[in-house]
């Protein structure tokens, strides 16, 4: 999250070109919404396979995402002067063409703003978010739009595991099958990392160059990374 919110700010600044990124996440975690104020402290004991989730901050809005068996884009680019629904819509569209080429229709949710009070983000398909046939939420969107550059995020459903998702939130998956298997998660990723990229720049008209950080530029995104942390909750003591 630091990096996605250090590209943000260079771009915002003016320093840094629009980045497009696409990443699995290890250890598997709950992201928050940069403006969620609440979640269950449950949420800082969960274990899945032998190993403790990460609970951290997004630096965009919406509510809460599970990052198990799932891919996650981020787009940061110059924000434009349209309204935020006409930028969600341009940057989905171009996923929207992308999964069509590997055999995924998907359209638009319709869902209202019930879901500031779901405290699961997948559990609700907002205009902003993108849906399966059959209704399933395959990507999930949020943004954060500054004066010159927005920075839009989004998570799509790979393998993730529905019991965890359950136990997590008490709900059932909002989808019904998984895109991939655990076992070919791992070559699909690349594959779909290739069709997305290629139609990013067929779509947006651009050309897109892999970069390295510098040493630098690590430092300074590794300074940001207390940002975006969220510490368990301390016990209260009492006296006795």
């Known amino acids: 999250m630091a990096i996605d919110a250090w590209l943000f700010k260079q771009c915002e600044e003016g320093h840094h070109p629009p980045t497009l990124r696409f990443y699995t996440w290890h250890p598997y975690a709950l992201s928050l919404g940069h403006l969620q104020k609440q979640w269950p402290t449950q949420w800082h004991n969960l274990i899945y ?4 989730l990460d609970v951290v901050r997004r630096p ?11 891919l996650t884009y981020a787009l940061i680019t110059s924000a434009s002067a349209a309204k935020s629904w006409g930028i969600y819509e341009n940057i989905c569209n171009f996923l929207i063409q992308g999964w069509q080429k590997l055999g995924i229709e998907l359209d638009y949710g319709s869902a209202g703003r019930g879901y500031i009070h779901n405290p699961s983000c997948f559990n609700t398909a907002t205009a902003a978010d993108l849906v399966t046939t059959d209704g399933s939420k395959f990507i999930g969107s949020a943004q954060r739009k500054g004066r010159n550059a ?5 998570s799509m459903i790979l393998s993730t595991d529905k019991g965890l998702f359950e136990e997590i939130f008490e709900q059932s998956a909002p989808w019904n099958t ?11 990723i690349v594959k779909i990392v290739d069709t997305l990229t290629q139609t990013a720049k067929q ?3 651009i050309e897109l160059v892999t970069q ?3 040493e630098q530029e690590w430092e300074d995104i590794l300074n940001l990374r207390s940002l975006y942390e969220v510490p368990s909750p301390i016990p209260k003591l009492e006296v006795m």
Do not use: K
């Open 150 to 154: 927005i920075l839009q995020h989004g």
């Open 212 to 214: 390295p950080f510098t």
């Open 203 to 205: 779509y947006f008209g």
């Open 178 to 188: 998984s895109f991939c298997n655990v076992q070919e998660q791992d070559s699909w």
């Open 60 to 70: 965009t809005g919406g509510r809460a995402v599970l990052h198990q068996g799932e």
């Open 49 to 52: 396979q032998g190993q403790e």
